[in-house]
């Protein structure tokens, strides 16, 4: 990838894309494409079709979807399997028509069964039945790997696909009924700070096991393979390390609300019981993450801070 190359980030305003587009600036490539929701639909082929042509991206980062956290993808799993699918397979469909020179497909760590081996290898797609509560969306995010290998394999396309594990950072959802466990935890305890109350309720029994990666590292990982990673084969994303949900809560409650007392809402649903990834594929290629779960979630706390502020000052 060139400086003043082609570059279209898809799904430019959610937490994969902005951290993709942070990253590009920062590196000063100055042939950034983007489009809004409003300006371009991408489950419409013939708009997605009429965009490609009019601004021929070389590179595309194909990392727009609906996304959300266990709450969500239970209960609107038609709008994750309609929405995604749609998405990925115009894009795809155009990247190949107007002959785009790489795609980076971004997948999630939910394409893998329920009930896998730890920590998971990328060989286990496909090897046993997924975890209900997500399963509409990841079906969407195999049938998008298996769209890039089919483009590579019948018309020869350099299209690619990265899995990461869950994510957060700067620019993440913090509405909870459709956010992830990290962004919901850190309002949470925030609120409960606020309001002067001292419990803070947390979904499940407290036992899966999660692993975290800022989407800084993500981002920095995603431009390491665009430039280096030529494999048919999709890789995972990720740290390596893992920990329980409680864990996570405790660590959110010292940086958040210390005084906090935490209680498990058993009704809520737990979810995959682990999903770890092995990312020695990854590290054997060069490329490590940098920012330790702590660090980073700090670092999430005060750009929630930065948000409510900017709240006030509006509403004042
Ligand atoms: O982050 P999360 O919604 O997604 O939930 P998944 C992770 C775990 O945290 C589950 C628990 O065991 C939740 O029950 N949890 C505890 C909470 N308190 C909360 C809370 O306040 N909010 C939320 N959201 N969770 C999603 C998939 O699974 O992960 C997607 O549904 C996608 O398909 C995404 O793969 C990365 O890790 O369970």
């Known amino acids: 990838m060139e400086r003043n190359d082609r570059i279209f980030v898809a799904g430019h305003r959610g937490l994969v894309g902005s951290a993709i587009v942070r990253r590009l600036q920062a590196e000063r490539f100055d042939n950034i494409l983007t489009a809004t929701r409003e300006q371009l639909d991408l489950r419409d082929q013939a708009a997605v079709n009429y965009w490609f042509r009019a601004n021929r991206p070389e590179y595309v980062f194909l990392v ?64 046993g039945p997924l975890e209900p509560t997500n399963e509409a969306y990841a079906l969407a995010k195999i049938a998008g790997i298996k769209l890039c290998q089919s483009y590579r394999t019948q018309y020869g396309c350099n299209f690619i696909s990265a899995m990461p ?106 979810g995959m019981p682990r999903k770890l990834l092995d990312v020695g594929r990854l590290h054997e290629l060069g490329w490590r993450h940098r920012i330790d779960l702590r660090d980073g979630l700090a670092q999430t706390y005060d750009w929630f801070m930065q948000q409510v502020a900017c709240g006030e000052a509006m509403r004042a």
């Open 64 to 127: 727009a979807g609906t996304v959300g956290g266990i709450l969500a993808n239970s209960t609107r799993p038609a709008e994750f399997i309609y929405d995604n699918m749609l998405i990925h397979a115009t894009v795809v469909h155009a990247a190949h028509f107007f002959k785009t020179k790489k795609l980076l497909y971004l997948g999630s760590s939910c394409i893998y069964p329920r009930e896998c081996a730890q920590p998971i290898k990328e060989q286990y797609l496909l090897t």
């Open 165 to 270: 594990t869950n994510l957060y950072g700067s620019n993440d959802n913090f509405d909870l009924t459709s956010s992830h466990v990290l962004p919901a935890l850190i309002r949470k305890f925030h609120e409960a700070k606020v309001e002067g109350s001292r419990d803070v309720t947390v979904w499940g029994s407290g036992t899966p096991r999660r692993e975290f990666l800022h989407v800084d590292d993500l981002a920095d990982a995603c431009l390491f393979l665009m430039r280096s990673y030529e494999d048919a084969q999709h890789i995972n994303v990720g740290t390596g390390e893992d920990l329980t949900i409680r864990e996570l809560a405790e660590m959110v409650r010292d940086v958040v609300y210390p005084a906090a007392a935490i209680r498990f809402d058993r009704s809520k649903p737990d």
